[in-house]
């Protein structure tokens, strides 16, 4: 977790945290989901 306390932060320092929590959830959600599952399998019917 980063604290940030009446401090500056750039857009880019954003982006990456952003980006890293993503790829950090993103295997969790995508199992947990199986049309998302699916999409990343290359499927393009939603699941149907």
Known sequence: M???TAA???SRSVCD??????????PQLAA???VAAAAE???T???R
């Not at 980006?19 to 993103?26: E, L």
């Open 2 to 4: 980063l604290a940030l």
């Open 8 to 10: 500056t932060i750039s």
């Open 17 to 26: 945290i952003v980006n890293a929590t993503v790829a950090a959830v993103r």
């Open 32 to 34: 947990a989901t199986p």
């Open 41 to 43: 399998e290359g499927e």
């Open 45 to 47: 019917d939603g699941g």
